[in-house]
């Protein structure tokens, strides 16, 4: 079936560093989704992108959107404590949010 | 409510038993989702709900998963004859209508002995 390839798997890092992270697939998706999930809670969706291409930021936050529709990254500047959790990236075939394929994670740890 | 809710948190039951998982959507979500994470993993897609149909059961494993949602509102995921591995994290979403991003409860963690 369908796979998401996240990497790294894990990150340490310190307060203050910026992150990035990113996700590939064999297959185009028409939709990628970065989710942040902390422990015991549901996913909490970060950023949305509908467009190959597509840049888009939310705060401290900023995503894009490969050209070849196979792959996306997730870039975090400043890194805060509040930031520790694990990202998940996803992808859907269909436009928007339905049927979702989730990449295997990456856990971020920071140090004060 | 104001988000997704799913009851209970947690369910642990015997091996070989019938359990039900109950997930309320935010009120006026037509379109309702069940996915399974198991530890270390991300969530796997089960079935999506239109409405009081599922459009789409491609995900759920095998016939001792089934899902209903008989008024479009609330939806119960029912599993029988549990066995070990069924063990995980149940997530339920919902969105306004499918196309748009939805959003997730806290899951409910089922631990089969």
């Known amino acids: 079936g369908q796979q998401l390839n996240q990497s790294p798997q894990s990150m340490f890092i310190q307060e203050g560093e910026d992150v990035s992270m990113n996700c590939t697939s064999s297959s185009i998706f028409n939709t990628w989704l970065w989710y942040k999930q902390d422990p015991g809670e549901g996913p909490v969706l970060l950023i949305a992108l509908y467009k190959a291409g597509e840049l888009t930021s939310n705060g401290r936050l900023t995503a894009q959107f490969g050209i070849t529709r196979k792959d996306s990254f997730l870039n975090i500047s400043a890194s805060i404590p509040s930031d520790v959790g694990i990202y998940f990236c996803?992808?859907?075939?269909?436009?928007?949010?339905?049927?979702?394929?989730f990449g295997q994670g990456t856990r971020l740890t920071i140090n004060p | 409510g104001a988000g997704v809710s799913q009851t209970p948190s947690n369910k642990v039951t015997e091996k070989g038993k019938y359990v039900e998982l109950r997930c309320d959507p935010i009120s006026g979500h037509t379109a309702l989702y069940w996915y399974r994470q198991s530890l270390g993993q991300g969530p796997e897609f089960l079935i999506y709900f239109q409405g009081t149909g599922a459009a789409d059961d491609s995900g759920l494993p095998n016939d001792r998963f089934f899902a209903v949602r008989p008024e479009g509102s609330v939806s119960t995921l029912k599993i029988q004859r549990t066995e070990r591995g069924d063990s995980a994290v149940y997530l339920c979403?919902?969105?306004?209508?499918?196309?748009?991003?939805?959003?997730f409860g806290q899951g409910t963690r089922l631990t089969v002995v």
């Open positions: 996803a992808g859907s075939i269909i436009q928007g949010a339905q049927k979702l394929v």
């Open positions: 979403a919902s969105s306004p209508e499918t196309g748009y991003e939805a959003f």
